[in-house]
C-alpha cells in the first residue's frame, strides 16, 4: 500500500528522471519513491515547479500544504482519475434536496457522537468518572433524529462537542494541558493546539481517501457545500475524530511523549514545534495503520481503510443502494 511522506524542511522538489527528489537547505538530499508514496504532507517552505507537479499528477500523487505554524492551508488535488459525472449528479441531487441532505448529515453528528461515547466509556471504565459527562450527552444523542434543518442539528453537534471537551482535564489530568474552552483560530493553550493539529491531519487523511473513490470532495452535507473549500472531508472526519485524534492525544500526554517546551507562543497562540509534530505524526500514522475485525468484511482491516470503506458507504447511499449507517466503534 502506498504511504504518506513528510516534509519539515524548507527546499525544493525537483522530479529526476522517474522520481522525484528532495533538495533541502540544511543539506538534506533524498528521493522519494513515487510508486510507494500516495501524498505528500509539506510543512517546510518548498518550492515546487510546473513539470513537478505534472509528474505528481500522472502519479496520483496528492499534495497537502501547512503554514508556518503546522495547520492545513490547502491541497493540490491531481486530476480525479475516478471522475464520474454520475456520482457527482447524485452528490449535488442529495444536497439539493433538504430532506435528503438533512437525513445524511443526521448520520455524521450521530455516528460523532456514538464514538465519543465510546472514548469516554473507556476511560469511564478505566477509574476515570465520566458517568456524569455521558448522562448529559443522552439527551442530546436523542435529539440529532428530531432536528428539522441543518444550522439546529450543527447547533447540537456544538453542544455535544462542548460536553465532551470538558471531559479533557479528567482523562489527561496535567495542569500544562488544561482545555477550559474550545479555541481554534488560534489556538489559545496546548490543548487546544493539538487537537487542531489532529484535525488537521485528520481532515488531510480523509481527503486523500476521498480521490480514490468516486467522490468529490467539494460537495458536502453537514457542512455546507460553498467556493472556497472541500467540505465532504469534513463531514467524515467528524466520525473519526474521536477515536483517532482524541485517542492520540489523550495517549501521548498521559504517557509524556509530548510536554510544554514542545510548544512556541506566537501571535497570540500556542503551536506545536517540529519536534512535537514529528511525535504527533508518527503516532497517527501509526493509528492509520492498526488494524481491527470488520464484522460485515469477516477480515482485519486497518483504519485508513475502515475511512475508505465509509466512503464507499456513502456511495452507495447516494445510489439508493443501502442506506448510509457511520461507523461506530466497538471498544
Aim: one cysteine or more.
Amino acid at each position: 500500500m502506498k504511504g504518506s511522506i513528510f516534509v519539515f524542511s524548507n527546499g525544493e522538489l525537483k522530479r529526476k528522471q522517474n522520481t522525484i527528489y528532495f533538495e533541502g537547505d540544511k543539506g538534506i538530499k533524498k528521493f522519494i519513491p513515487v510508486e510507494n508514496t500516495a501524498e505528500l504532507h509539506l510543512f517546510g517552505e518548498v518550492t515546487i515547479n510546473k513539470k513537478v507537479l505534472e509528474f505528481l499528477s500522472q502519479n496520483e500523487i496528492i499534495l497537502h500544504f501547512y503554514n508556518y505554524y503546522g495547520y492545513y492551508v490547502g491541497t493540490y488535488y491531481p486530476r480525479e482519475h475516478y471522475n464520474s459525472g454520475f456520482m457527482i449528479l447524485k452528490q449535488a441531487e442529495c444536497y439539493l434536496d433538504k430532506e435528503k441532505r438533512l437525513e445524511l448529515a443526521k448520520r455524521f453528528v450521530w455516528g460523532a457522537c456514538k464514538n465519543i461515547e465510546k472514548v469516554l466509556n473507556y476511560y469511564n471504565m478505566r477509574e476515570i468518572s465520566l458517568k456524569e459527562i455521558l448522562l448529559k450527552l443522552s439527551p442530546l444523542e436523542d435529539s440529532i433524529t428530531s432536528q428539522h434543518d441543518i444550522e439546529s442539528l450543527m447547533a447540537i453537534e456544538g453542544n455535544i462537542r462542548e460536553i465532551y471537551y470538558s471531559a479533557f482535564d479528567l482523562i489527561v489530568n496535567n495542569e500544562s494541558f488544561v482545555m477550559d474552552t474550545r479555541t481554534k483560530r488560534p489556538p489559545r493553550n496546548r490543548m487546544n493546539a493539538l487537537i487542531s493539529f489532529g484535525n488537521s491531519l485528520m481532515y488531510t487523511t480523509v481527503l486523500s481517501e476521498i480521490y480514490k473513490t468516486h467522490l468529490d470532495p467539494r460537495i458536502g452535507f453537514l457542512h455546507a457545500t460553498n467556493f472556497r473549500r472541500f467540505t465532504l472531508n469534513l463531514d467524515v472526519a467528524e466520525i473519526f475524530k474521536p477515536i483517532i485524534v482524541d485517542r492520540i492525544i489523550f495517549q501521548i500526554l498521559n504517557k509524556g511523549m509530548i510536554k510544554p517546551d514542545d510548544f512556541n507562543n506566537e501571535l497570540g497562540g500556542l503551536y506545536l514545534k517540529e519536534g512535537g509534530r514529528k511525535v504527533f505524526i508518527e503516532k497517527f500514522e501509526e493509528r492509520l495503520a492498526t488494524t481491527i475485525k470488520h464484522r460485515k468484511i469477516g477480515k482485519e482491516v486497518s483504519y485508513r481503510r475502515l475511512i475508505r470503506i465509509e466512503l464507499y458507504k456513502i456511495e452507495k447511499h447516494l445510489m439508493t443502494e443501502e442506506v448510509y449507517e457511520p461507523f461506530i466503534s466497538e471498544w
